[in-house]
């Protein structure tokens, strides 16, 4: 099992920025992400990043103002969101994978709110 904690959400003006936080502990993971998701809409993959050897991959609608980072002595990866828009608006979780290879995320966060005001 992959235990993660996420945190830095919060209210923030349109063209501001924010840094989310995820921890994980227990079993070792081979990728995190982070996915996001607005009322009324489905779950959208966001930002991932590999930890063996850092490998990022990113949505086009994120591209350029988001940035998926990690912290290996802390076990830790973080979504810094720039430039933020009211669309941004949404839950934002982390999830974890063990196995690169799959599509499958089976280990997610409590979530986060992030709110963006016009």
């Known amino acids: 099992q992959v235990q993660l904690v996420e945190s830095g959400g919060g209210l923030v003006q349109t063209g501001g920025s924010l840094r989310l936080s995820c921890a994980a502990s227990g079993r070792t993971a081979s990728n995190m992400g982070w996915f996001r998701q607005a009322p009324g809409k489905e779950r959208e993959f966001l930002a991932a990043?590999?930890?063996?050897?850092?490998?990022?991959y990113y949505a086009d609608s994120v591209k350029g103002r988001f940035t998926i980072s990690t912290d290996n002595a802390k076990s830790t990866v973080y979504l810094q969101m720039n430039r933020l828009k009211p669309e941004d608006t949404a839950v934002y979780y982390c999830a974890a994978k063990v196995y690169s290879w799959s599509n499958n995320w089976p280990y997610w966060g409590q979530g986060t709110q992030v709110t963006v005001s016009s």
């Open positions: 990043v590999r930890w063996t050897d850092s490998t990022t």
